[in-house]
Every structure is written in C-alpha cells, then in structure tokens.
C-alpha cells in the first residue's frame, strides 16, 4: 500500500488554467507539506498543515492554495497558471508532534506540472 | 552560500567502491535528515539523526555536531545505489528544514 500518494504524476497544461494536485497518506501522520522542486534540484518547502491548521505558508503566490479537508488529505490548488509554475510537486507527512527536524519525512511520488 | 553544503555535487565510482558524501551546515540543528532521489523522480528518507552514527544494511549515517559535519557512507556500491542524495537540516525553531543541494551518485559496472 502507498504510504504518501499524490495524483496525477504528470500534469500538462496551458498558461492562465486552474489546477489541482491531490495528496493523500495512509499513515496516520498529523503534519503533511507541499515542497517545489524546481530545475537546481533545490527542495523549497511551499506550505505546511498539523491538524489540518496551516503552520507554514512561505512565500509563494496567492494563486497557490492548499486545502486540508482533513489530516489525511493535503491538496494544492494553483489558479492562473503562469510557465514558471513548471517543476515538480512533492507531497510529504511526518508524524506528531509535526516538526520535521524529529519525524523522518515520507515522500509521495511527486507531479510533475509542465504549463505551456 | 547555502546554509547546508553538501560535497561532492557530483560523484562517480565503480561498483564495489567505498563512497562517502559530506554535509557540512552552518546553523544551530536539533537533526540531521539523509534523503534519497532515485532517477524515477521518488525520494526516500534514509536517516534522521542527532548524534553519533546509524547504520541500515550497506549505508551508515554519522554526524558531530561540535564540528557540525555529517557523512553519509556507502559500502560495497552497486550501481542501484545511483540516485541524488540530499541532506537537510531541521531546525528547532520552527518547523523547516534547510536543504542542501544533493549529490548526484553514478556507479558504474
């Protein structure tokens, strides 16, 4: 069973649409990210949720919205895609009491968003 | 110049070498986190330590945090070890961790 899953895998689309990426985890973690990888490799933490409440919210667009329906689920919305919002998508959970520096991270697959 | 440095950027052996890659950060951490990449994209934590030295089958993990230093070593490579390998470290004063670059291993036949 996927431990951290998040769909699709691959997401083409053209500039100025609304996108969603789904992540979801099966392991009872209260804490789940969303990181930008971008074309360095360079791992960028976008957003953080503990409980559903949002604890990290750096400095990314306001097109980027996440939604926490649950500590399960951590989705990204992303409106008005722009062509610099290309790379990979990574959705991570960690276990309580949230902080990352003492919970190893599990990894979904990660998207990767191409906007043309 | 990056918090968290990691050395060599890119490293390339021969099967059955003994390959260690460095992490050398320069911010107060309470942890210190070894990622791998695979080719495929998928990233898969391997250690997360604060002292001393772990070990899981052919890879083991030290860090000292005097000289806030850490290593990642291989034994016995083989060339599914080939992937990006990241370091990070996790702060106490929130809830970030800081990344280094990654070092992309090549082991080849």
């Known amino acids: 069973d996927t431990a951290v899953s998040q769909t699709p895998k691959y997401l083409v689309t053209q500039m100025g649409n609304d996108k969603s990426i789904k992540c979801e985890q099966n392991?009872?973690?209260?804490?789940m990210y969303w990181y930008k990888q971008d074309s360095k490799k360079f791992l960028k933490i976008m957003f953080s949720?503990?409980?559903?409440?949002?604890?990290i919210n750096e400095t990314v667009p306001n097109r980027f919205s996440p939604k926490s329906p649950d500590k399960a689920h951590l989705n990204l919305h992303i409106n008005s895609l722009e062509l610099g919002d290309s790379a990979v998508y990574f959705c991570?959970?960690?276990?309580?009491?949230?902080?990352?520096?003492?919970?190893?991270?599990?990894f979904g697959n990660g998207t990767r968003l191409t906007v043309t | 110049k990056n918090e968290v440095e990691q050395s060599p950027q890119n490293l390339t052996a021969q099967e059955g070498e003994f390959i260690t890659i460095n992490c050398s950060y320069s911010?107060?951490?309470?942890?210190l986190h070894w990622l791998q990449q695979h080719p495929g994209g998928g990233i898969v934590s391997l250690f997360m330590?604060?002292?001393?030295?772990k070990k899981h089958g052919r890879l083991i993990a030290t860090i000292n945090i005097q000289e806030k230093h850490s290593s990642l070593h291989i034994t016995a490579s083989h060339p599914r070890d080939s992937a990006v390998y990241i370091c990070a470290g996790g702060m106490d004063s929130n809830y970030q961790l800081i990344w280094g670059a990654g070092t992309k291993l090549i082991i080849k036949p």
């Open positions: 392991l009872g973690h209260d804490t």
């Open positions: 330590l604060s002292s001393g030295k």
């Open positions: 911010v107060g951490i309470s942890a």
């Open positions: 991570a959970s960690s276990r309580r009491p949230g902080s990352p520096y003492n919970s190893p991270l599990h």
């Open positions: 949720y503990n409980n559903k409440e949002l604890i």
